[in-house]
C-alpha cells in the first residue's frame, strides 16, 4: 500500500507548512458525495492520530485514514497550475468512473 507525491505537490506542500510555521504533512481522504460516489478531501495535517495511516514520499508526510486508504492506494497526488488555477490532481487505479465534471469518482 502506498500513496505518492509527484515533486510539484511535494514542493507545494512543503512551502505550505514552512509558511505556517506548523504542521506535519498531507492529509489525505475521501468522502462521500457528487454524482459517481467519492470526492477527494486534501487537507494539511497538524498531527497524527493513532489509527492513521503515514507514507512519506519525497520528504513530505502523508496522512490517511484507513478506511480510506483502500479506495486511494496506489494514488498519485499531483500539484496542477494551469493560468490563474491551482489544485491538487489525483492519479487513483482504482477509479472505475468519474463524473462529467471530474469532481467526483468511483471504484
Known amino acids: 500500500m502506498a500513496i505518492s507525491l509527484t515533486e510539484a505537490a511535494a514542493t507545494r506542500v512543503r ?3 514552512q509558511a505556517e510555521g506548523r504542521g506535519v504533512g498531507l492529509r489525505l ?3 462521500r ?3 459517481s460516489g ?3 478531501v486534501v487537507n494539511y495535517a497538524d498531527k497524527i492520530g493513532n489509527q492513521d495511516v503515514v507514507f512519506e514520499d519525497r520528504g513530505v508526510k502523508i496522512v490517511v485514514d484507513p478506511a480510506a486508504l483502500k479506495l486511494i492506494d496506489g494514488t ?3 500539484f496542477v497550475k494551469n493560468g ?6 489525483f492519479r487513483n487505479p482504482n477509479v472505475t468512473g468519474e463524473c462529467g465534471c ?3 469518482f468511483n471504484v
Not at 490563474?84 to 490532481?89: H, I, K, P
Open 76 to 78: 498519485q497526488v499531483d
Open 38 to 40: 467519492y470526492s477527494y
Open 29 to 31: 481522504g475521501v468522502t
Open 33 to 35: 458525495t457528487g454524482c
Open 15 to 17: 512551502k505550505y507548512l
Open 84 to 89: 490563474l488555477n491551482e489544485a491538487f490532481s
Open 102 to 104: 471530474g469532481e467526483s
